[in-house]
Each structure stands twice: as structure tokens, then as C-alpha cells.
């Protein structure tokens, strides 16, 4: 009896031993564990902080893992090195573009209005003209590429905060009032009862846009004019440049907002294609959108849709 007593005993503090024991090393596994997850915590921030260095751990399992992580974050940062470096090289290279593009042109322009003041004959007149128009269209080309190369590169800074639309109209304006006039279209924009509409926009850039298509509206109507209207919505805020222009057709109105872009019905007018491409990426870079809705011959209204902030 007392025996099998010694062997209970001795049986329950194994128990107990190897309940301690495996108490213990859960304890372990589990403050490694949270170790681990901190570690790599700490080394994630660092990466996004940009102060990530790589350190020596050794050969345990957990290890391995910060390791592989480490590597990991170390390949990031050298492609986001590669990265900022390659936008550097681009945006050096389109300032020398536009840098050593633009005195040659305005050269040439200078030159042609120097001829126009001569007595020139007729035919040598002519010629004069059509370089200058040229001279102009390649001035806008350049112009055009170097803009669209910072849009895509990342290197125009978007600085969209809440304002009133009325700025935005008013200055769209002012800047194609004229353009419409001397076309013989009218040109309206709603200006009355604005004040507290508000969006959130980059003036600069969303007035670049806007232009855009109110330049695009003038360009293809013949008479009649284009109407510039506000419709404020839940989450957006809506503005509609309508026209009486020659509209475009269904099976093009997809196809209109890519890069470089042209409807053989347009071909022979100014433009470069770029010009709603443009609008659009800048609309997307503010977290808004633009659509158009259009019929052959009965005009075109295009809404560009800016986000507003939460009531």
C-alpha cells in the first residue's frame, strides 16, 4: 500500500513537472512569437520611415523569417532608390527638352513676324504664314508632351483641397470668353448661386482640365455655342460643358480619353489628341472621373465629376 502510494507520488509531480515544463514553454513560444511580430513591426516602419538597416540575426526559425524579410525590404528600397533616381533622370531630361526646344522656336516665330513686315510677294507671304502656323503647332506639341511626361511620371504635384466652384468657372471664363467670340459662339458659365458648392480640387490643374474641354467645345462647333453648368450631387459635385457641336459617335466616345487619340472626322483640325486624356488623369489623380454623352450632329456635353467632402 505504501508503495503503490510512492508511485502516485511520484507519478502526479511528473504530472505536475511536465505540466510546469510545457506551461513554461508555451510561455517561451508565445513572448518569441510576439517578439518576432514586433521585430518585424519595427523593421516595416523603418522601411516606410525610410531608416531601414539591415542587421546580423542568427539561425533560429524566427530569425530565418526576419531574415527573408529583411532581404525583402532591403530589395524594395533599392528599386524604390532605382525608381526615384530614373524620375530624376526623366524630369532632367524633359526640362532640357523644353529648355533647349523653346528658344529655337521663338526664334522662328520672331523671324516670321520679321517677314511679315516686308513687302513680300505674294506666294513668299503665303509661305511665311504657313511656317509660323507650323512653328505654333510645334510649339504646342512640345508644350503638350512635356506636360503629359510629368503627368505620368508622377512629377506634377496634385494639391487638391475644398474650395467654391465659382473660381474655377469664373477663370474658365475669362480665359475662353474670348476664343468663343471671335468664333461667333456664345459661351455661358453659371456662375449665380455657387458660393456654397464646394468640391475638393486642385484649382490649377482641375482649371487645366476644365479648359481643356471647353477649348475642345469650341474647337468643334460651328454655331451656336457652349453652355458650362453645376450639378451638385451626394458625393460629387458635376459640371457639364455642353455644346452644339458636331457631336461624336457612339462607338468613339470610349475611345476619345486615350492618349493621343483622333477621330478621322477631326484630323483636320489643331490638336494633338492629348487634350481629354490630360483632363481625365487629372481628374482620376483627384479622385473624381469624367464621361461624356454625345450624338452626331446634335452636340456633346461632358461632366466632370469632383469629389465633395462628407456633410
Not at 516595416?44 to 531574415?67: C, K, P, Q, R, W
Not at 512640345?142 to 503627368?151: F, N, Q
Not at 483636320?268 to 450624338?295: D, T
Request: with cysteine; aromatic share 8%; net charge negative.
Amino acid at each position: 500500500m505504501e508503495g503503490i502510494n510512492t508511485v502516485s507520488i511520484i507519478l502526479f509531480t511528473a504530472g505536475l513537472v511536465s505540466l510546469f515544463g510545457a506551461i513554461v514553454l508555451a510561455i517561451v513560444i508565445h513572448y518569441r512569437k510576439r517578439a518576432a511580430i514586433l521585430r518585424m513591426r519595427q523593421m516595416l516602419d523603418a522601411a516606410i520611415d525610410g531608416t531601414f538597416i539591415e542587421n546580423v540575426y542568427d539561425e533560429s526559425l524566427y530569425s530565418a523569417v526576419e531574415n527573408k524579410l529583411s532581404e525583402y525590404l532591403n530589395a524594395s528600397e533599392i528599386s524604390a532608390r532605382k525608381t526615384a533616381q530614373e524620375k530624376d533622370q526623366i524630369k532632367a531630361l524633359i526640362a532640357d527638352i523644353s529648355h533647349q526646344t523653346k528658344t529655337p522656336i521663338s526664334n522662328i516665330l520672331i523671324y516670321t513676324e520679321l517677314l511679315k513686315e516686308q513687302n513680300l510677294p505674294d506666294e513668299a507671304a503665303h509661305s511665311v504664314e504657313l511656317m509660323e502656323i507650323q512653328a505654333r503647332k510645334l510649339s504646342f506639341l512640345i508644350a503638350s508632351l512635356v506636360k503629359l511626361s510629368r503627368l505620368e511620371t508622377g512629377i506634377i504635384a496634385m494639391h487638391p483641397g475644398e474650395d467654391s466652384v465659382t473660381g474655377l468657372l469664373e477663370e474658365a471664363y475669362r480665359q475662353y470668353c474670348q476664343k468663343a467670340q471671335d468664333k461667333g459662339l456664345y459661351l455661358q458659365v453659371e456662375t449665380s448661386s455657387l458660393q456654397e458648392i464646394r468640391a475638393v480640387f486642385d484649382l490649377k490643374w482641375t482649371g487645366e482640365a476644365l479648359g481643356n474641354v471647353i477649348d475642345n467645345a469650341i474647337k468643334y462647333t460651328k454655331t451656336g455655342g457652349i453652355m458650362v453648368t453645376v450639378k451638385p450631387y451626394e458625393m460629387f459635385v458635376g459640371i457639364e460643358v455642353a455644346d452644339t457641336g458636331i457631336g461624336i459617335p457612339e462607338e468613339e466616345q470610349a475611345r476619345i480619353f486615350g492618349r493621343f487619340y483622333r477621330s478621322v472626322a477631326v484630323s483636320g483640325e489643331e490638336g494633338v489628341g492629348i487634350g481629354l486624356y490630360l483632363a481625365r488623369q487629372i481628374l482620376e489623380m483627384e479622385g473624381g472621373y469624367m464621361k461624356v454623352v454625345s450624338e452626331v450632329g446634335k452636340g456633346s456635353k461632358f461632366t466632370l465629376y469632383l469629389q465633395r467632402l462628407g456633410e
